[in-house]
Every structure is written in structure tokens, then in C-alpha cells.
């Protein structure tokens, strides 16, 4: 069972940055962590995902441009870079393990959850 914890979630200015990091107990080269975010009675949404073996990275068309997921795999870490930060993003953001096919966008592809970090942008 791998064990999936996220940090570096608050509070931040409209326009500001903030940087979340989710630690993995295990990854293999098949793995691809993803990260999605849930706002309060919306749908789980798709933020983007790296392919931990070659390092590709795949995002969603609301954060492309302002969110990346930067290639550092030193201790099992997926971090996720997040500037011009907008209300509309406030959100729990979730890591997620996905060891299918690429690029995995569904949440029904992953297979290991975080518990979530709450993200809230203000005006």
C-alpha cells in the first residue's frame, strides 16, 4: 500500500504563489503522479501529472501556464508550483499514483490518494 502525504497548502493573495509537496512511500518507474483539486460541490478536476521516469509533465487547460510540476525526484517528492494564484482556485488539492498509460487525466486511473491540502486564494 503506498502512503501519499501532501503539505504546503493556505492562504495567499490573488497573484501570489504558493508551492505544495506530496511525499510518496514508493515509486517505480510505471508511476505517474498526478495532482487534482475538488472545490466545495464541484467535481474532482484534473491540475496535471508527471511521468516520474522520464519526467514529461501534462496539465489541464485551467492551470497551463501557471502551474508546473517541476522534475525533482529526490526522496520519493512531487512538488507542485503554483503562481498567479486566482480566487478560482481555491480548492483541496489531492497527489494521486496512477501506473497506466500516459497522460492520465481521469481520477479513475490513479490508484493511491493523498488525504488533501486545503488551497484558498482570496481577492
Known amino acids: 500500500q503506498v502512503q501519499l502525504v501532501e503539505s504546503g497548502g493556505g492562504l495567499v493573495q490573488a497573484g501570489g504563489s504558493l508551492r505544495l509537496s506530496c511525499a510518496a512511500s514508493?515509486?517505480?518507474?510505471?508511476?505517474?503522479m498526478g495532482w487534482f483539486r475538488q472545490a466545495p460541490g464541484k467535481e474532482r478536476a484534473f491540475v496535471g501529472t508527471?511521468?516520474?521516469?522520464?519526467?514529461?509533465?501534462y496539465y489541464g487547460d485551467a492551470v497551463k501556464g501557471r502551474f508546473t510540476i517541476p522534475r525533482d525526484n529526490a526522496k520519493n517528492t512531487v512538488v507542485l508550483q503554483m503562481n498567479d494564484l486566482k480566487p478560482e482556485d481555491s480548492a483541496v488539492y489531492y497527489c494521486?499514483?496512477?501506473?497506466?498509460?500516459?497522460?492520465?487525466?481521469?481520477?479513475?486511473?490513479?490508484?493511491?490518494w493523498g488525504q488533501g491540502t486545503q488551497v484558498t486564494v482570496s481577492a
Open positions: 494521486a499514483e496512477s501506473r497506466g498509460g500516459w497522460p492520465p487525466t481521469r481520477p479513475s486511473l490513479y490508484i493511491y
Open positions: 508527471m511521468h516520474w521516469d522520464s519526467g514529461s509533465t
Open positions: 514508493d515509486v517505480t518507474f510505471r508511476s505517474k
